[in-house]
């Protein structure tokens, strides 16, 4: 008897023993452990939810989801796995999204059974881990690789990551339009195999230095890319380690066309190469609000500002009121896409904006926008890569301006060319006109008294045929004279014949001669015929004057 009652004492000490070392090991546990009834009371609670849940106490066996959440649920929780636990007896696991204040915290619970003997479920026991920091973390780092593919995709240069062993560990599409290969022929192949056997041994030892002496290895140099059809390409390739890593990073400028041009265009290489080795698009993100949450170093190139003084501004700030406008209404145009046939979640838009810079001037850029997107697909933010383009708009303002101007002078030259043929017209009009009064003229005043002179024998009369022969001469060029009567021009009538004469292009002493005259007395008449034609102190030639007012 003394022997059993040793055994009994010895069977409760172990107990009591195990009982203490599974208190002591669900206490300090570094997950929170609890107890729950099959009316969902909290029975009990170790150290780590007592921490994370300090206003329950266990010994009023509150009801667990309105305890639990803040604030409190009216009914059990959708995702609860203990009240499945509870009802079919096996173990459940799930992951809440329990309300916290204005957040959430995201819980792991693994329930599992407490069983009588006879089979009956008593209770469940929660094994319960705050994951909530281990999500936000995987969102983070979905968000980083999600803007780090989206900026190594959409930059407009063709873009390799390269591996130690020089196969190709990353592509852009712009690498493949370049190189003609898709990806997928691409991916783990040699890098030497798409470069000019002439230039492979060059590139082997930039790619050694760059590793083994960095400064050796120059960033930014030219070779000749072979591409899927065999075709040489002249590029320009920039380099640079990545920190941390054994791989590198390579972007591409295809030169072919330019190099095509090289004796063309010599004396232009030297601002060419100035502009390919200093250009530099400016990448950045914005929140869903529009305001900047990173900008690249190149903004202080392109806008004088700093990327830190750059930093969460909003877009109304850096861009022209109507290219504000022009933004927020593309900004509301893509996210009425979302979820339409059309929206597409690696869709891009590219829109042409005028940016303010730090000292009030304006540039105008190119800029290419796409979506940054969580986990769902769901837009997060904007990432953008921005060009300068003012000289090209410059361009296209001076080519416009030079149509404009170009088609003013056309225009201007048909309206003279029209009035020019009007005035030929009427001029060989009125030249037809004149030649046949003259010839009818002389038919008939004349070439009868030349008859008659030549056969006539007195002197006497033959004065008379050629008075009479000066009287029609008279009357053949009065067409002149009558205009100038027309016209009110009070000439006398020696002055009318002067002014004929000098019409005819007759000299002075040419004049004097036929009328008899002394050469002063033609210069005076001269002189009052430009008074009385208004022409004094004018730089008019009389003769072409007279000769238009035919």
């Keep these: 008897m003394a022997k059993k009652d040793g055994d009994l004492k010895t069977f409760q000490e172990a107990l009591r023993l195990s009982e203490e070392k599974y208190r002591s090991l669900v206490e300090n546990i570094g997950i929170g452990v609890v107890l729950i009834s099959p009316d ?10 007592r921490e994370w849940f300090p206003r329950i106490d266990a010994a009023e066996r509150p009801i667990c989801y309105k305890s639990f959440n803040n604030p409190p649920r009216d009914g059990i929780c959708p995702y609860c796995p203990t009240h499945l636990t509870l009802k079919d007896g096996k173990v459940h696991e799930a992951v809440t999204e329990t309300p916290a204040g ?36 995987r969102e983070r780092l979905f968000l980083s690789e999600s803007l780090y593919r989206t900026i190594f995709e959409t930059t407009g240069s063709g873009t390799i990551i390269i591996n130690e062993d020089m196969t190709l560990d990353l592509v852009n599409r712009e690498f493949k339009r370049i190189s003609g290969y898709e990806e997928e022929e691409l991916i783990g192949k040699s890098w030497t195999s798409l470069i000019s056997p002439s230039d492979v041994d060059r590139m082997r030892d930039y790619h050694r230095k760059r590793r083994k002496d ?27 380690m990545i920190p941390g890593t054994t791989k590198s990073v390579a972007s591409f400028l295809d030169i072919t066309e330019i190099r095509s ?30 305001h900047f949450t990173y900008v690249s170093p190149s903004v202080e190139e392109l806008r004088g500002y700093r990327p830190e003084e750059a930093v969460g501004r909003s877009i109304d700030e850096i861009l022209t009121p109507a290219s504000f406008t022009a933004a927020t209404e593309a900004f509301q145009q893509e996210l009425d896409l979302e979820g339409t046939a059309g929206g597409e979640r690696d869709r891009s838009r590219v829109l042409e904006l005028e940016m303010i810079r730090k000292d009030g001037s304006t540039v105008w850029t190119e800029i290419k926008i796409s979506f940054l997107r969580d986990l769902e697909g769901r837009p997060q933010g904007i990432v953008g890569v921005t060009r300068d383009i003012s000289e090209r708009m410059r361009a296209a303002r001076e080519i416009e301006q030079a149509r404009k101007e170009l088609e003013a002078k056309s225009l201007y030259l048909e309206e003279t060319n029209t009035a020019l043929r009007v005035l030929l017209r009427n001029l060989e009009r009125e030249k037809l006109d004149i030649q046949e009064d003259v010839v009818a003229n002389v038919r008939e005043l004349i070439l009868p008294v030349v008859e008659k002179i030549r056969h006539c024998r007195p002197e006497n009369k033959r004065i008379s045929l050629i008075d009479v022969l000066e009287t029609n001469l008279g009357s053949i060029v009065s067409p002149f004279l009558r205009n100038l009567t027309v016209k009110g021009i009070p000439l006398t009538p020696t002055e009318l014949k002067v002014a004929d004469l000098i019409r005819q292009g007759k000299s002075t002493k040419d004049i004097a001669n036929l009328l008899n005259l002394s050469a002063r007395s ?28 035919s």
């Design 102 to 137: 204005a957040t959430f915290r995201n819980y792991r619970i693994i329930s599992s059974p407490v069983v009588r003997p006879s089979g009956e479920v008593e209770a469940a026991i929660e094994m319960v881990e705050d994951i909530t920091e281990n999500l936000t973390l």
């Design 40 to 49: 969902m009371e909290i029975l009990t609670l170790n150290r780590k939810m």
């Design 214 to 240: 960095p400064p050796r290895a120059p960033g930014t140099y030219e070779f000749t890319l072979i591409d899927k059809d065999g075709k040489e390409k002249s590029i320009l390739i920039s380099v640079s």
């Design 522 to 549: 033609i210069e005076f008449h001269r002189d009052n015929i430009r008074k009385k034609l208004n022409l004094k102190g004018k730089k008019v030639n009389l003769q072409a004057f007279l000769a238009t007012s």
């Design 261 to 290: 041009l090289h004796r063309e265009l010599s004396e232009r290489e030297a601002k060419y190469r100035l502009l390919a080795d200093n250009v530099s698009d400016v990448i950045w993100t914005t929140d869903m609000n529009l």
